[in-house]
T-cell receptor
């Protein structure tokens, strides 16, 4: 079993729809959880950074962490074509950092 | 804040030559920087951890003599791909933390290396 599992997609949604992304993990030592957005041929950009179980909102983005189920999610409300990118989940425990494979999202105008 | 600048963004070189990639933390000091490699539609693969003032720590399977890392200051790390071959063609990305060990990584914009 991989340490972090993320469905690579691609996921296509119409503009305005809610995008739902998720990752599962196996290492209960992970304490910090991140979501990155990566446009083609660019470096990953930090979107959300959470520590505890629960929800964290930032504009149209909501990150959700369920440590008991080892499951994290990212929701994008009112999706825009500019949200089309690859979204990577990441999680850390001390200096150890693990990434998901990335989930390609396409928002269709 | 927490900007990481990487240069060049794209480079084409001939087989056998060496290429240097620079990674700078613009508004913070980074005692540790990380170098990743990314293949198309794949996740990030950690190559090495660059430590200011000391030797880099390489991941298993990464040749330290081929991928030379120098971290001479708190804001600059360089990766030199020596005697490049076509199979070294890839997307190389550096990153750094602006705070303590559990703070998130901030990434540069990557360098697309093509070896002909």
């Amino acid at each position: 079993q991989k340490e972090v599992e993320q469905d690579p997609g691609p996921l296509s949604v119409p503009e305005g729809a809610i995008v739902s992304l998720n990752c599962t993990y196996s290492n209960s030592a992970f304490q910090y959880f991140m979501w990155y957005r990566q446009y083609s041929r660019k470096g990953p950009e930090l979107l959300m950074y959470t520590y505890s179980s629960g929800n964290k909102e930032d504009g149209r983005f909501t990150a959700q962490v369920d440590k008991s189920s080892k499951y994290i999610s990212l929701f994008i409300r009112d999706s825009q074509p500019s949200d089309s990118a690859t979204y990577l989940c990441a999680m850390s425990a001390g200096n150890r950092l693990a990434f998901g494979k990335g989930n390609q999202v396409v928002v269709i105008p | 804040g927490a900007v990481v600048s990487q240069h060049p963004s794209r480079v084409i070189c001939k087989s056998g030559t060496s290429v240097k990639i620079e990674c700078r933390s613009l508004d913070f000091q980074a005692t540790t920087m990380f170098w990743y490699r990314q293949f198309p539609k794949q996740s990030l693969m950690l190559m090495a951890t660059s430590n200011e003032g000391s030797k880099a720590t390489y991941e298993q399977g990464v040749e330290k003599d081929k991928f030379l890392i120098n971290h001479a200051s708190l804001t600059l790390s360089t990766l030199t791909v020596t005697s490049a071959h076509p199979e070294d063609s890839s997307f190389y990305i550096c990153s750094a933390r602006a705070g303590q060990s559990d703070s998130p990584l901030h990434f540069g914009n990557g360098t697309r290396l093509t070896v002909t």
